[in-house]
């Protein structure tokens, strides 16, 4: 399995954005890539997957905000953030899972995203 590492987390201005990345230690097309994000007391819920045929999914709190791709060359994913708002404030977590390729699912350790004024 592979590990993952995400980044670009911080804090914004309604209306700002960010791009997360998230870099895998190892090849990660027998993945389907995605984010999620959590705020304390609820569920982690999707944010955005996407496959290595290209197929993508969107959770509810995309509102055609957010886009996500993925390099294979360089086993990374990006999430890319904009026109946030307060409600988007949660830890952002990066995903692996292969269980379609027995690959399991793996991951990150999570990256802050902050909307305030």
């Known amino acids: 399995q592979v590990q993952l590492a995400e980044s670009g987390g911080g804090s914004v201005q309604p209306g700002g954005s960010l791009t997360l990345s998230c870099v895998a230690s190892g090849s990660i097309v027998p993945y389907t890539m995605g984010w999620y994000r959590q705020v304390p007391g609820e569920e982690r819920e999707l944010v955005a997957s996407?496959?290595?045929?290209?197929?993508?999914a969107f959770g509810t709190s995309s509102k055609g905000r957010f886009r996500i791709s993925r390099d294979n060359s360089k086993n990374t994913v990006s999430l890319f953030l904009k026109n946030l708002q307060p409600d988007d404030t949660a830890v952002y977590y990066c995903q692996a899972d292969g269980r379609h390729t027995g690959n399991g699912i793996v991951w990150g350790h999570g990256t802050q995203v902050t909307v305030s004024f």
């Open positions: 996407l496959t290595t045929e290209d197929y993508t």
